[in-house]
């Protein structure tokens, strides 16, 4: 696979729900944009709909879904599929926060790639997204 | 002490240069040597530091229970109450909660402190496509007076006190919290507890708010002035710094930021014509008590004494209760970690020690699956025990402010308190915290903390045991978790469904017709919606309605 021109690549951190806890959103979009993506933050309070219109709009290769709140297992699946289903095929989905393992499963079976729990280095999720997100 | 200076000076010069010797051939481990907060600290304090602020005993420390109140708010601290233990409770159904309080009250807590779930926190009922997947995951869902009587069945409340979690539609939560008490026949007097109420550091720090900052703040003030002539002994707001710390923000700007918004609710207050010694005394505080020992007791000392200050000198208050800063106090959320999640026990044991060292008048101990997801039963019993221990076998209850004297202590809690005496100034300068937040300069002081800390962490320039040294290999986490099943969304619909249908639709209207009256002329909302409450208005209705009259708040998404 050829290498990743991270100023091409656009990151779209996203808060999705009710949840107000953006402490890791905000830290990760900064480290992202520090190490050279293109980096849009949604602010908080979005719904899934929301979600998936920024995503669209800015035509992005990445899309991490911060939750703290135990919402995820209801919203990550809608953000997922209402990009998909809207033609952005080839999005790397991420999903941040406090997740109990139980979960994870389920979330892959949804379309994210991977999960990310506290503890989680900026260097680990700076490389996977290197590693994984869409070449286009 | 200066009688001694200047042998002692020559004598530590003496000893600095032993000391360089020492560490010529065997280095310290590190190049800076820090507080959590990034504060590089000396390795040893003398009279000599003390000289450098001078210190003077009894000006800076008095008494405990007198001013200015650094060694503690009462006079034989714990040897008269112990703190109270406070552990926050809530998830599922108001029932579900309603068991964990009980079990938490048998087994030796004497306070409740009810969580509630994103939806209620931002005023929108369980039946709200908003609330999708939220129903009772971070608390307790709580929709109507229904709930509230449901959360509290069985339990009197004229004899304990209950803290509540809620701030954006803290006025509705509060409104039905009186009716609910009245109804079980408690007087007035005689309900104790404490709302959060804080709405200024929801924009700041934990982001669950629902109007504009300026109709935000009336509200507040509503209850203070409400609770002032109605409920005297009821707490109308909880300045709280704990999510100001949880953000990111270090020691310093905890205390300063915390200490703005308690001045900015005293301010507003004043402008309403409430007397400060009729609802200052009310006032209490929220912090977090994190990693560093010294530091977080700094900070405690510290926090009393420039409160008290502010209250007598700038505020003019007279009575000595409006001038004592009473706190509650939370170990550290951020602090714990996923990994190796045992080693959290340890953690919150020290964390606790330092809040009681600090001089807490309230503390909520954190469960060790805390990063997981809501605690186990299991999990809130060590919690809670680890309080009692310190409490009851260490010893350290036996004394007022054991550590005040410390050459370290003291000059630690000067540097303290002047750099939020500092960022106090600024704000001043900015034209208060109102303005401060309504410019996002706490917002992006927090965020920058936040960044700092986390760039650290990676650096390994400060360590988190078990996160970025000493990682094991954990194949499955060796810990039960508590799970919410999504049955509780559709369980607590039907319920409300029900409720509407048999509540006095006529009433209900004209309840809201009044509240939004009352909105639009400004009077204090609170008697309008204690009457709407009782008529089962809905929390959503009530706050969609001021939504419509306010507008909503929103925030530009800077990073």
Same mark, same amino acid.
């Given at each position: ?22 402490? *890791? ?8 944009? $520090? ?23 800015? $035509?992005?290769? /990445? /899309? *991490?879904?911060?939750?703290?709140? *135990? ?18 095929? $080839? /999005? ?13 499963? *389920? ?7 991977? /999960? ?13 997204? $290197? ?6 | 002490?200066? @009688? ?22 065997? #280095? #310290? ?33 008095? +008494? ?17 109450? =112990? ?34 779930? !994103?939806?209620? =926190? !931002? ?21 109507? =007076?229904?709930? !509230? ?51 200024? @550091? ?41 999510? %100001? ?41 929220? +912090? ?5 020992? +010294? ?10 004494? %420039? ?125 208060? !915290? ?7 300069? #706490? ?25 970025? @040294? ?78 419509? %009259? ?10």
């Amino acid at each position: 696979m050829n290498s990743l021109n991270r100023n091409q690549t656009r990151v779209l951190i996203a808060k999705p729900g009710l949840d107000g806890h953006d402490r *890791g959103a905000k830290v990760i979009a900064r480290a992202l944009r $520090d190490a050279g993506f293109e980096v849009i933050y949604t602010g908080l309070h979005q719904t899934p709909e929301m979600i998936i219109q920024a995503a669209l709009q800015e $035509d992005v290769h /990445v /899309v *991490g879904l911060s939750i703290l709140s *135990g919402a995820h297992n209801a919203l990550v699946p809608e953000v997922i599929s209402g990009i998909r289903s809207a033609g952005l095929n $080839d /999005v790397l989905f991420l999903v941040g926060g406090i997740i109990p393992e139980e979960d994870f499963e *389920g979330l892959k079976q949804a379309g994210a790639a991977l /999960v990310f729990t506290p503890g989680t280095s900026l260097e680990e999720i700076i490389t996977s997204i $290197d590693r994984l997100a869409p070449r286009r | 002490m200066s @009688k001694h200076s200047n042998d002692l000076k020559e004598s530590q010069a003496a000893w600095n240069q032993r000391r360089e010797q020492i560490e010529k051939k065997s #280095p #310290p481990r590190d190049e800076r040597f820090t507080t959590l907060s990034d504060m590089d600290v000396p390795l040893l304090c003398t009279p000599d530091d003390l000289d450098k602020i001078n210190f003077d005993y009894v000006r800076d420390l008095g +008494f405990p229970g007198e001013f200015p109140y650094t060694r503690g708010v009462q006079h034989n601290m714990y040897r008269g109450k =112990l703190w109270t233990m406070r552990q926050f409770a809530g998830f599922a159904s108001p029932a579900e909660t309603n068991k964990r309080f009980k079990m938490l009250l048998e087994r030796g807590q004497t306070g409740l402190s009810t969580a509630f779930d !994103m939806p209620t =926190l !931002m005023g929108y009922d369980c039946d709200s496509p908003k609330a999708l997947g939220e129903v009772g995951k971070c608390g307790v869902s709580l929709s109507s =007076l229904e709930d !509230m009587e449901e959360l509290f069945a069985g339990i009197p409340l004229g004899e304990v006190t209950t803290s509540m979690t809620i701030n954006g539609p803290a006025i509705v939560i509060l409104a039905m919290y009186y009716a609910m008490a009245e109804k079980q026949g408690v007087p007035k007097d005689k309900v104790r507890g404490t709302l959060q109420n804080d709405i200024l @550091k929801e924009y700041i720090a934990q982001k669950e708010w629902l109007f504009p900052i300026a109709p935000a703040v009336k509200l507040v003030i509503d209850t203070i002035e409400y609770g002032t002539l109605h409920y005297p002994n009821w707490n109308t707001v909880s300045i709280s710094g704990y999510h %100001i710390r949880e953000a990111g923000a270090t020691a310093v700007q905890e205390l300063a930021f915390t200490l703005a918004d308690g001045m900015a609710y005293v301010e507003e207050s004043i402008k309403r014509g409430i007397p400060v010694d009729d609802f200052a005394p009310r006032l209490s505080f929220f +912090f977090d008590v994190h990693n560093d020992f +010294f530091e977080e007791i700094a900070k405690f000392r510290a926090a009393r004494r %420039i409160w008290s200050t502010m209250m007598k000198d700038r505020y003019g208050a007279k009575n000595p209760k409006s001038w004592m800063l009473r706190t509650h106090a939370q170990t550290a959320g951020v602090s714990l970690t996923a990994q190796q999640p045992m080693n959290n026990v340890v953690r919150v044991a020290i964390q606790a020690l330092a809040g009681v060292l600090g001089g807490v008048n309230s503390l909520h101990t954190n469960s060790m699956d805390e990063t997981l997801a809501l605690p186990t039963d299991e999990a809130v019993l060590v919690a809670l025990r680890t309080q009692q221990v310190i409490a009851e076998e260490s010893g350290v209850a036996n004394f007022a402010d054991p550590l005040g004297g410390s050459y370290l202590v003291e000059s630690l809690t000067h540097r303290v308190e002047q750099e939020a005496l500092g960022y106090i100034k600024k704000i001043d300068d900015m034209g208060g !915290m109102i303005a401060a937040v309504e410019n996002g300069y #706490p917002q992006a002081e927090i965020a920058n903390s936040a960044y700092h800390f986390q760039q650290q962490l990676e650096r390994k320039e400060k360590v988190m045991v078990g996160v970025n @040294k000493y990682q094991i290999n954990e194949k499955k986490r060796n810990i039960d978790t508590l799970y919410i099943d999504r049955t509780i969304e559709k369980r607590q619909a039907e319920k409300l469904r029900t409720l509407k249908q048999k509540r006095d639709a006529a009433r209900v209207k004209a309840c809201l017709e009044k509240v939004g009256n009352d909105a639009k002329s400004g009077v204090n909302l609170m008697p309008a919606i204690i009457e709407a409450v009782k008529a089962y208005a809905t929390l959503q209705e009530l706050c969609d309605l001021l939504r419509g %009259i306010y507008g909503e708040y929103r925030e530009a998404g800077s990073f």
